[in-house]
T-cell receptor, first 117, second 112 residues
Framework: GDSVTQMEGPVTLSEEAFLTINCTYT??????LFWYVQYPGEGLQLLLK?????DKGSNKGFEATYRKETTSFHLEKGSVQVSDSAVYFC????????????????FGKGTKLSVIP | KAGVTQTPRYLIKTRGQQVTLSCSPI?????VSWYQQTPGQGLQFLFE???????NKGNFPGRFSGRQFSNSRSEMNVSTLELGDSALYLC???????????FGSGTRLTVV
């Protein structure tokens, strides 16, 4: 079945440091890839996405490139801020085994990022 | 544009009871999915509904069920609650696979 593996952290960085969170995936089909962010006590917010190989998703200074050859979708940001402190989830969306045109998200376990001033 | 709305935000129930959670998707989104989030198991897919039909179901016991109404609003029901059902239940809606999924703020269920 499909799976997503991401570094679990926690990751602690100083403000303005460079961020990389690694994510690799296994999928039976040709999935779309996502990064979601979760702030304490809240649901998930879509950070960025990519739907085909070599696509680069970007938002709020975060970037990730869909690498089919290495089955990876690493999240990067050049200069983190205290407000970026949150849990980050890598996810893929693939056609369900049951078919019927249904897609489901498969998530990694999440990486908790803390940014200190 | 209103987001995905989940009610209630918090629930405390006793073992053996049943509970119903509600989700109103973004207007125009016909696909609604439910996920369970726990510290131990992470985010796990429960089921997906499209046009009032369950198209897909995750690996959960039959105590977990759901439905979708003609206005795309969805409910999930958990019967005979167990302590292990304590979790954050998240609902997500989408207009299509490549568009991404918009999540609600979740319902925090505590079973005592």
């Amino acid at each position: 079945g499909d799976s997503v593996t991401q570094m679990e952290g926690p990751v602690t960085l100083s403000e303005e440091a460079f961020l990389t969170i690694n994510c690799t995936y296994t999928a039976t089909g040709y999935p779309s890839l996502f990064w979601y962010v979760q702030y304490p006590g809240e649901g998930l917010q879509l950070l960025l996405k990519a739907t085909k190989a070599d696509d680069k998703g970007s938002n709020k200074g975060f970037e990730a490139t869909y690498r089919k050859e290495t089955t990876s979708f690493h999240l990067e940001k050049g200069s983190v801020q205290v407000s970026d402190s949150a849990v980050y989830f890598c996810a893929l969306s693939d056609l369900a085994v049951s078919g019927a045109g249904s897609y489901q998200l498969t998530f990694g376990k999440g990486t908790k990022l803390s940014v200190i001033p | 544009k209103a987001g995905v709305t989940q009610t209630p935000r918090y629930l405390i129930k006793t073992r053996g009871q049943q509970v119903t959670l509600s989700c109103s998707p973004i207007s125009g989104h016909r696909s609604v999915s439910w996920y369970q989030q726990t510290p131990g198991q992470g985010l796990q897919f429960l089921f997906e509904y499209f046009s009032e039909t369950q198209r897909n179901k995750g690996n959960f016991p039959g105590r977990f069920s759901g439905r979708q109404f003609s206005n795309s609003r969805s409910e999930m029901n958990v019967s005979t609650l167990e302590l292990g059902d304590s979790a954050l239940y998240l609902c997500a809606s989408t207009q299509g696979q490549g568009y991404g999924y918009t999540f609600g703020s979740g319902t925090r269920l505590t079973v005592v």
